[in-house]
């Protein structure tokens, strides 16, 4: 058969794939953009009452705890499994080569995830919080969105058995460690917290490796799937190095898990315990700077294609906020800066740098990429993407930053016990008033983002020769466990 033939073959096949998860990933994705700005609402609401206590003060459905507790689960449950959830039927379908035959179960897991957030929403709202970090909405929640994971991993894990050839690719990689694992973090910290009558002191410890583990063993792999396959399909490069993609992957595998307990360092808990967890978040610079750095070598000399590739752009700020993760986890788990930033707001910028800079703009990035393939349309107005960009770049940077120096100069105040504490009370008064504002220039980005993409699935976009702003290199992409290159 003749190049010619084998590439017309493989558009068609392409586009076949594409059909068959264009509903799922379309409501994923649209879903989790309109859930994304709720959560911003809800963080910009929440920010704003911490330095202005009498705004909305006659709705106590809207306190500031109420906002802030929502705030995060809503960016959590809301956007950051759906938005994973449409990246990885999308990448195991093409990665697969194989055409979806049940996306209606697909769809049908969606709905019920989304019912979960709803209720988990309106249960948080009204004072049912269950009041473990990040484990807040009702626990009727848990059985809704683990019967919905179910349905989606089933499928995911079918797709995977039958797909066409032996190769399993870096992305592949990513995205079965992260299936696999979640059941394990989600159902034991919520049999440890909800089922057993522990300690209280025990809780908290659960409830911190929780928090740690979501992020390092399911969304960060997720993002770095999306950065291995796009990074190379964009550039017309292969991966940089296997032997680094290998280390990367199985450094992030071993030491995701080990993180979180530091938090409770002074706690009464075996001392060992929070030291490990420091030393794990110290260690996590490993896996970052590895995955980072191979990631920007097989982009370099393409700087000017970020330009004009949204994708790539977003791709690359991925992995530079996945880098900067790395260096905070260093200076946050020092035993002398964490003694004084362990009940300041550095954690909260963490956890932001890690659910908004790393993983929310690896979807971006994914998505930018995804919905003109699934929809064959292209994306309306540029300047809509351009927008988004920018603000979120400068939005999240400014709330990562204002936290973590802020919260670090919080916890030197109260931690100067020959000064008032009304001095780190007016330092956290200042990084409030400095996150209201990073908050609503984040809303601008994200509603400009949930705009283009509502048109998008309603196929308002463009009509386009090209399903992307720039054409698609079909020859290279990710290197797979043989040393072979893919062409999906």
Not at 245 to 260: C, D, K, N, Q, R
Not at 382 to 407: C, D, E, K, Q, W
Not at 432 to 459: E, G, T
Request: aromatic residues 14%.
């Amino acid at each position: 058969m003749s190049n010619d033939q084998t590439n017309t073959l493989d558009a068609r096949l392409r586009t076949a794939i594409d059909k068959s998860v264009s509903n799922p990933v379309m409501f994923f994705f649209t879903t989790g953009a309109l859930w994304l700005v709720v959560s911003i609402l809800l963080g910009v609401l929440a920010s704003l009452k911490s330095h202005w206590p009498t705004f909305f003060e006659a709705f106590g459905e809207l306190s500031t705890g109420r906002a802030y507790v929502a705030h995060l689960n809503v960016l959590i449950y809301g956007w950051c499994f759906p938005a994973a959830f449409g990246a990885i039927i999308w990448f195991m379908s093409r990665l697969c080569r194989k055409e979806s035959k049940h996306a209606g179960i697909i769809v049908a897991a969606g709905l019920v995830w989304n019912f979960g957030v709803v209720i988990g929403l309106l249960g948080v709202m009204l004072g049912k919080s269950t009041g473990v970090p990040w484990m807040e909405f009702p626990n009727q929640c848990w059985v809704i969105f683990l019967f919905a994971y179910i349905l989606i991993a089933i499928w995911s894990f079918v797709q995977f058995r039958v797909r066409e050839g032996g190769h399993v690719y870096i992305s592949q990689w990513y995205i079965l460690a992260a299936l696999f694992l979640f059941p394990w973090i989600f159902c034991s910290a919520h049999i440890f917290t909800f089922v057993f009558d522990g300690h209280p002191v025990m809780t908290a410890a659960v409830a911190s490796w929780f928090k740690s583990s979501i992020v390092n063993l399911f969304f960060i792999p997720v993002a770095a799937a999306s950065v291995y396959y796009i990074a190379p399909k964009v550039t017309g490069r292969p991966v940089h190095s296997y032997s680094l993609a290998l280390l990367g992957f199985w450094t992030l595998i071993i030491l995701g898990a080990w993180g979180g307990i530091q938090k409770l360092t002074g706690a009464p808990l075996p001392a060992f315990m929070p030291y490990v967890s420091a030393a794990a978040g110290v260690l996590f610079f490993i896996p970052a700077l590895t995955i980072g750095y191979n990631i920007l070598m097989t982009t370099k000399s393409h700087h000017d294609l970020a330009k004009k590739s949204p994708s790539l752009r977003f791709t690359v700020a991925s992995v530079i906020a996945l880098i900067g993760m790395g260096v905070a986890g260093v200076f946050l788990n020092l035993p002398s800066v964490m003694r004084g930033t362990q009940f300041s707001l550095s954690g909260y910028g963490y956890e932001i740098l890690a659910l908004y800079g790393v993983f929310s703009m690896s979807m971006f990035a994914a998505i930018y990429y995804i919905v003109p393939r699934v929809t064959k349309r292209e994306w309306l107005a540029p300047s809509f993407i351009r927008t988004h960009f920018n603000l979120s770049a400068y939005g999240v940077i400014a709330v990562v930053m204002g936290s973590i120096l802020g919260g670090y100069l919080q916890g030197a105040a109260v931690e100067a016990i020959d000064q008032p504490f009304s001095d780190a009370k007016a330092t956290a008064y200042m990084i409030s008033i400095f996150n209201s504002i990073a908050w609503v220039i984040i809303l601008i980005s994200n509603l400009a983002f949930l705009f283009h993409i509502l048109l998008m699935a309603v196929r308002l976009g463009r009509h386009s020769k090209h399903a992307t702003l720039i054409e698609e290199h079909h020859g290279s992409s990710p290197h797979g466990a043989d040393g072979k290159v893919n062409n999906y």
